[in-house]
């Protein structure tokens, strides 16, 4: 009787082309070890001098550049006056929220003098992302590009661009960032605003004493440059734009985008956009620049922070060999929501997205500001609106964040009384959203409360912004996860008309979304990552008054469904 070698060689063949495809994918995977030492160093801005804190010494921080695949060791040292935590922004952080770093919500923080070692793999994920601090103020300051290529041998969906430039947006005040934050901690508030806004930490042209520092771009004519693009300012979004060039979208928060062509972008804190430009204008200097878009009925910085894209076979100009002054782009008004709505609805997945259908968690948050009244209207502690103190809120309920322990801690330890699981899935009590709402519905309760997911299930949430005391684009941020934007609008969102008009088909993926000001934004994700993860506005003043909630979502069935150990080295409160 002849052998069955033959039935098995196929097998055979394929048992060996696995194994050969794996540890070729496990070769190419490379771990990065990085130091980052958190300390306060002279910086000069403005023509002033402080004391900053700053990771290695630089403003912005570090840029980390790595594949789809990779593993990260940085060990943070914390050589600053102020506990400090580091976010790994967007990271996916599976099974694994003891590197998220949220300080009092996956672990506590890291005391001065002290050091803690973020561990994590990038898993199916490139783009930009970035990282920052994320303890009260510090982020205004420690943050950096996080770039991640795709694996070796795989192409970017779009022509390879000559070259790739990080373009990090921030906030300056010409004082201690935590400073500031104090005294509106202190008062109850608005914290005062930001003196400059920057472009890889500097300011450019258009302020006092900065001009010499302003961050320069050169390229060659005809060139196609990609422009990763971070909002890493505080409390302000932004319109972007490059004078006399048009932008290519191919990206945003680490996923691809269906490509289109625009001549400005708007971008909110913790978003990332990567876009293309091409060198294809007569050869000279163009202003690359940034001023904020403003929906709140309250101050902000107006100024315009710029950069500069400048030919290198640019004519220099006949005095003093200086070359002739850059070309400024348009830029929209403050206040122009019409062009900030239009391109967000441009932005879709570049092909059809399994987007989940059957929805196990229906959830409506609303978002938004409110106001503590005081006992005592006449006290310095209560500055706010006619002698209250600031809040924020979701679902009426304003985050506190615990001091025992952290939240992941405290569950993972099964230590009781740090928080509690009925967080509402939807308002307390229904009312016109963004009508002309009660003095009565304006003041939050404050706690910390948390929604258990199951493992797996479907969520839906639709995200409603409020009037209460201003309406305003709230740029949502949920940790852990990827989610897909299905829609959004303006008014109160109505299951009845507006579930219709979901786009189920190729929503784009992002890791932050902006209410729209008096609208509703509706997302959609799987709870496949266990932990306990935080989602809040990123906008600063809105997080440390208590617009953020948290998701416990609780372990599956097996090792690959469940959160792994804790580090040995994990700080303690």
């Known amino acids: 009787m002849e052998p069955h070698n033959k039935s098995l060689c196929p ?35 403005l023509c002033r001098t402080h004391s900053t804190i700053t990771v290695n010494g630089q403003f912005p921080g570090p840029t980390l550049e790595v594949r789809d695949g990779d593993t990260l060791i940085i060990n943070a040292i914390n050589r600053a006056r102020y506990n400090v935590t ?121 302020y006092r004493c900065s001009k010499k520092e302003t961050v320069i771009f050169p390229v060659n004519a005809g060139e196609t440059i990609l422009l990763r693009i971070i909002n890493s300012a505080m409390n302000q979004e932004l319109f972007f734009a490059v004078a006399n060039h048009a932008l ?128 005592n209207p006449n006290s310095p502690r209560c500055q706010g609106p006619n002698g209250t103190r600031f809040a924020a809120s979701m679902n009426n309920v304003s985050f506190v964040l615990p001091r025992r322990n952290s939240l992941m801690q405290a569950y993972y330890q099964g230590q009781p009384g740090v928080f509690t699981t009925d967080f509402p899935p939807v308002p307390p009590l229904q009312f016109d959203y963004t009508g002309n709402v009660s003095r009565g519905l304006w003041q939050p309760v404050k706690r910390t409360k948390l929604y258990k997911l199951k493992f797996g299930s479907k969520v839906q949430i639709v995200l409603q912004g409020t009037s209460i005391v201003s309406v305003e684009d709230h740029p949502m941020h949920l940790h852990g996860y990827q989610f897909y934007v299905i829609g959004s609008g303006f008014g109160n969102f109505n299951p009845a008309r507006d579930t219709a008009n979901f786009n189920l088909i190729d929503p784009p993926q992002r890791n932050t979304i902006g209410t729209p000001p008096g609208g509703w934004v509706a997302i959609r994700f799987v709870a496949d990552n266990p932990g306990v993860w935080l989602m809040h506005c990123h906008l600063d003043s809105h997080l440390g008054w208590g617009l953020a909630m948290a998701f416990l979502v609780e372990n599956g069935v097996g090792r690959l469904q469940t959160v792994q150990p804790p580090p040995l080295d994990l700080p303690r409160c």
């Open 11 to 45: 097998c055979l063949f394929l048992g060996v082309f696995l194994i050969f495809t794996f540890l070729v994918s496990f070769t190419n995977a490379e771990i990065h070890r990085h130091k980052f030492v958190i300390q306060a160093v002279p910086v000069k801005r």
């Open 248 to 375: 290519t979208v191919v990206g945003v928060d680490a996923a691809y985008t269906r490509p289109f062509t625009t001549n400005v972008i708007m971008i909110a804190p913790g978003q990332t956009t990567n876009v293309l430009l091409t060198a294809n204008q007569p050869p000279a200097r163009y202003y690359m620049a940034a001023h904020a878009y403003n929906t709140a009925n309250a101050p902000f910085d107006n100024t315009t922070t710029t950069a500069i894209l400048s030919y290198k076979s640019a004519p220099r100009g006949a005095t003093r060999g200086k070359s002739a002054a850059p070309i400024f782009p348009q830029l929209p008004g403050f206040n122009d929501t019409a062009t900030a709505t239009a391109f967000t609805a441009r932005i879709k997945s570049p092909s059809r997205v399994k987007v989940p259908t059957r929805i196990d968690e229906n959830l409506f948050f609303t978002v938004g500001l409110g106001l503590i009244n005081c006992t």
């Open 86 to 206: 580091l976010h790994w922004h967007g990271v996916r952080q599976l099974r694994n929220p003891w590197a998220d770093g949220p300080a009092y919500v996956t672990q506590c923080p890291i005391l001065p003098g002290r050091s803690y070692t973020y561990r994590f793999t990038i898993r199916n994920q490139e783009g930009t992302l970035w990282w920052h601090a994320h303890s009260r103020w510090l982020r205004a300051t420690v943050y950096g590009a996080l770039i991640i290529h795709p694996r070796m041998g795989s192409p970017y969906p779009f022509p390879t661009p000559k070259r790739e430039i990080p373009i990090l947006l921030g906030e300056w005040w010409d004082r201690n960032p935590m400073d500031v934050l104090k005294l509106a901690t202190f008062t109850g508030a608005q914290p005062n605003i930001s003196d400059a806004y920057t472009i890889n930490g500097q300011p450019g042209d258009l």
